[in-house]
């Protein structure tokens, strides 16, 4: 069996040595190729992480979805536990530093959480690692975890898509009872149809 601490340190170990301008780089090219799905023109709401220096860039993507006038969320730490989604309208923010050293928005507005009206969503998921069976492994936390867990409790409609760099996918990823599955991968140098 896979030891995930062991595969994280790994997976972390890639990416530091990658140089800073090809998170950028592999930013713009899965912008691009997402961009291009049929599942871009099929839903107007879209739920994008900010990334941390050692993920893809999603700036180029948060860019072309508020310049395609899509309803972007992005989410907030609310708790040890909990992240919440809110609606940006500008790619410059206003944004604060969160728990983990990730951009977040700094509202906390009502009427800007995401709302189950606001289905169906796609719904780019960041993850360490994930393989290409649509198995995905996060930091540990669980935040991921609990939020994809409580749209489905709710039936919320939406596309799950791993967003990654190309050294982020693995031959396997050990997997719990309460893993998701994504429902695509997406690099920089590729669409993974699951």
């Not at 992480?49 to 700036?59: H, K, S, V, W």
């Not at 995905?136 to 669980?142: A, D, E, I, L, T």
Request: with cysteine.
């Amino acid at each position: 069996m896979i030891d995930k601490p062991a595969l994280r340190k790994e997976i972390k170990g890639r990416l530091k040595a990658l140089p800073a301008q090809q998170f950028y780089t592999e930013g713009v090219q899965a912008a691009a190729r997402i961009r291009s799905l049929p599942q871009w023109e099929r839903y107007s709401t879209m739920l994008l992480f900010l990334n941390d220096p050692l993920e893809i860039d999603t700036a180029p993507l948060l860019e072309g979805a508020l310049a395609d006038k899509k309803q972007v969320f992005v989410p907030k730490t609310v708790d040890a536990h909990t992240i919440r989604f809110f609606h940006i309208y500008t790619p410059s923010g206003p944004w604060r530093y969160g728990a983990f050293d990730i951009r977040e928005p700094e509202t906390d507005k009502i009427e800007d959480a995401l709302k189950n009206e606001d289905f169906p969503a796609l719904v780019l998921v960041p993850g360490v690692a994930f393989d290409r069976k649509g198995n995905r492994m996060g930091h540990g936390k669980g935040y991921y975890d609990r939020f994809l867990a409580n749209l489905d409790e709710q039936g919320l409609p939406n596309f799950m898509l791993g967003l990654c760099m190309d050294c982020q996918i693995v031959p396997e990823i050990p997997t719990e009872v309460w893993d998701k599955k994504m429902q695509s991968l997406c690099t920089g140098s590729e669409f993974i149809p699951l």
